[in-house]
């Protein structure tokens, strides 16, 4: 814009010169040729004078710097000073001399062939007739101009250095506002042009515009990361070339990956192969899913491509931790196996006894104990089916059990009862003490817990050992102790007790007796009343359970 | 012009990304496979050698035509001219890895393992490739120091490994298998000097300074 305020400036300047120096030659041109005239017309009047008294003698006498020439009433040529008179051809139908005879004067300007000389005539007419012309001479404005070319030149660099300068100032000048204007707040302290306000006033608008969209563009964003941050999942967005767009710290704690930097690749966050084949993939266009391990946990990985037309504009790559879901179908897929391999044992007995029988391969007197086996296989096969339901009622909540006031004291007398004579059997003493605490709580559940409990501490005891249970108060809970002196559990085995089927001595499993479900029971139990289960052993020295319960 | 060169550095970055993704893959398959005696994981570490191999040339010829046709200054003539060298200290460190499988497959499985610390060997070397991958990719000095700075201590257990067979040796136990397991933890501390060397590139890279060992 200054180039063209300049340019244009500096073009004014040299136009504006150059015709004033054309209409001033036009002017000094034509006051020069007037001036001409005039005195070419006294000069005439003057040698007309002296033509009428002297005749030819002043003529001849005349020493004059102009043409002087006589001519006579016909035309024909009397005297010239600058040719010979009698050669010169007939000047009737010369203008200034058929004005002059006409009239007393004549005039006239006839231009040279080559433009570069003019010639003034001036003729009067004498007392007798003839006619007394005189020629001078005038160059033309292209001489005229020829010869004044250096002042001019002259005059042209200094004007054209002026108004450069002075366009350049000018221009400045003018720009210099538009220049400082404060496009952020365009309508104040912006008061230079009117011509601008209007532009000014949309900028503003544009302004506000943008600025809402901004502020609009932020919000969403803060709600999408509001949104995305919560999420437990990893979270990453990808545009068509691998950067990540966005993502959120999940993403970030389940690869174990740093914050990328901005237009990272996604590479950047984890390089690991199966990860690398799912981006590469999702990047061509195809929905794909993959696994990866990250210290321990495993990942599932659901890449989905974002398509614009047939082309990938981008990919949603959402990381889920799957080790508690693999864990628990790993758990259900042994439990399965543990099932129908426990209830298959008892079975596999009674129908091989029975075939043994059908077939009449036992003697008579065996058959009694034969059916005794068959009795203590089907025995135990029942106890397992009932456990088995007892466990699903349990994981299903309890629901339709009711809660009542559980008086512990009193039910582990009874569970000590119950569990008397097997005690005896095996040579065991058993011991109630303690406090009454009455909790709230299923009353069979609870006696199923202590049961089972007190059950192991007889089961897996040396003859001859101990078995106690204590119930205490606590401040807040109320707490079963089922203590033993019997065979412990080993450290590596203390923390799989509890899972269903889960045996610590696996080979005398079947002499013992019991299902393997008994502690897994207890814990479900425990976590249907919000109570805990505390587990401490020595190997050799016997085994202490405390449940605590509520108050 | 700019974009596209942008764009081609861009790639070369994740080439780059993958080739060390590459080697950290065929040195732990190696690793597994000399510890748990895995036969097809040693066959991995020779596939995955010919990639590295592969990626090499692949990433080689664009840092080749990028000089050529962007002729880039600076911070960009460094990364590409960095990425030369890495590559060539990674296409290393994967023959080497696939050296440790062929060896780890002829090995007898013999009590001697056990008692030679080259496990731990392969676990810091291991840890320094992964390192110096991570400090590229982050373009982390600090962590590039580190991988630096932990050399020496792969070298002490270089050191540790030959005395304990100088030793195993003397005692008359077999001394083939000993020797493998020279060779083997010499591998492991070369692949060391190797991510050290990486290290070194990613820190001329960012700072325009190489340091010499």
Not at chain 1, 184 to 212: C, F, G, K, W
Not at chain 2, 88 to 98: L, V
Request: charged share 25%; aromatic share 4%; hydrophobic share 40%.
């Amino acid at each position: 814009m200054t180039k063209k305020i300049f340019r244009n400036c500096l073009a004014v300047g040299i136009w504006v010169f150059l015709l004033s120096v054309a209409l001033f030659m036009g002017m000094l041109y034509q006051y020069f040729s007037e001036r001409l005239t005039t005195e070419l017309e006294n000069e005439t009047a003057l040698v007309a004078q002296g033509v009428e008294t002297m005749g030819m003698d002043y003529l001849e006498g005349l020493r004059a710097s102009n043409r002087i020439t006589w001519v006579d009433k016909d035309g024909t040529v009397l005297y010239d000073n600058t040719a010979d008179a009698a050669t010169m051809e007939n000047h009737a139908d010369r203008e200034e001399i058929r004005e002059a005879i006409l009239g007393s004067q004549g005039t006239a300007r006839r231009e040279s062939a080559t433009l570069s000389q003019r010639t003034i005539y001036v003729a009067q007419r004498l007392e007798d007739g003839t006619v007394i012309r005189l020629a001078g001479q005038q160059h033309t404005v292209v001489r005229l101009l020829l010869s004044m070319v250096q002042p001019i030149l002259l005059i042209l660099v200094v004007t054209m250095a002026l108004a450069a300068v002075l366009s350049a100032r000018l221009s400045r000048g003018i720009i210099r506002p538009i220049l400082e204007l404060n496009l952020e707040h365009p309508e104040e302290h912006n008061a230079v042009y009117d011509e601008l306000s209007p532009l000014l006033t949309r900028i503003r608008r544009q302004n506000d515009t943008i600025q809402n969209q901004i502020e609009l563009l932020r919000q969403r964003r803060q709600e999408f990361t509001a949104l995305t941050e919560n999420m437990s999942e990893g979270f990453l967005l990808l545009d068509h070339k691998g950067r990540v767009l966005s993502y959120n710290t999940g993403a970030l704690k389940l690869l174990g990956a740093q914050a990328p930097a901005e237009e990272a690749n996604v590479f950047t966050l984890d390089r690991s192969e199966p990860f690398r084949q799912v981006v590469n993939q999702v990047l061509e266009g195809r929905r794909c899913q993959g696994h990866l391990e990250r210290s321990g946990r495993s990942l599932q990985l659901l890449a989905d491509p974002v398509m614009r037309g047939k082309d990938c504009a981008g990919a949603v790559l959402v990381l889920l931790d799957v080790t508690e879901k693999e864990q628990g179908e790993q758990m259900r897929r042994e439990f399965t196996a543990n099932v129908s391999h426990e209830l298959k044992t008892p079975l596999t007995s009674i129908s091989g006894m029975a075939e043994i029988m059908k077939d009449g391969l036992v003697r008579p007197e065996d058959v009694a104990g034969f059916a005794a086996d068959i009795y203590k296989e089907s025995q135990r096969l029942i106890r397992l089916v009932e456990d088995i339901i007892h466990l699903s009622r349990l994981d299903e909540g309890g629901d339709n059990l009711q809660k009542g006031e559980v008086a512990l004291l009193e039910l582990s007398r009874t569970v000590e009862q119950r569990l008397h004579p097997m005690a005896e059997q095996r040579k065991v003493t058993v011991e109630v003490t303690g406090e009454e605490q009455r909790i709230l709580g299923i009353s069979s559940v609870v006696e199923e817990m202590i049961y089972n409990l007190l059950d192991n501490a007889i089961k897996y005891n040396h003859p001859g050992g101990k078995a106690t249970v204590n119930v205490s108060g606590e401040k807040d809970w109320a707490v079963v102790r089922v203590q033993d002196t019997g065979i412990g559990i080993p450290e590596e085995d203390r923390n799989r007790v509890f899972e269903r089927f889960y045996r610590v001595d696996k080979s005398h499993s079947k002499e013992i007796g019991g299902t393997g479900l008994g502690l897994s029971i207890v814990k479900h139990a425990a976590a249907l009343h919000n109570a805990q289960v505390e587990l401490d052993s020595t190997p050799g020295r016997g085994t202490t359970v405390r449940l605590r319960f509520p108050k | 012009m700019r974009n596209h060169f942008h764009e081609q550095l861009e790639r070369l970055n994740v080439e780059l990304i993958e080739m060390g993704a590459l080697c950290e893959e065929a040195i732990s398959a190696a690793t597994k496979a000399y510890l748990e005696g895995d036969r097809q994981l040693g066959a991995r570490a020779a596939y995955l050698e010919q990639e590295i191999d592969h990626k090499e040339r692949d990433i080689e010829g664009q840092c080749m035509k990028l000089l050529l046709r962007q002729q880039p200054v600076a911070s960009d003539l460094r990364a590409v001219s960095a990425a030369m060298r890495m590559i060539s200290d990674m296409e290393r460190i994967g023959d080497q890895a696939s050296d440790i499988a062929e060896i780890a497959r002829d090995m007898k499985r013999s009590s001697v393992i056990g008692e030679v610390p080259v496990g731990d060997m392969a676990r810091a070397a291991i840890g320094m490739v992964t390192d110096s991958v991570d400090a590229f990719v982050r373009s982390d000095l600090k962590l590039a120091h580190a991988v630096i700075a932990r050399d020496d201590q792969l070298d002490g257990l270089f050191l540790a490994v030959r005395e304990k067979l100088t030793d195993l040796i003397a005692q008359g136990r077999d001394g083939g298998l000993c020797l493998d397991l020279l060779m083997m933890a010499k591998y492991f501390e070369r692949i060391g000097d190797h991510a050290c060397n990486i290290a070194q590139w990613v820190e001329y890279a960012i700072t325009g300074e190489y340091e010499e060992d």
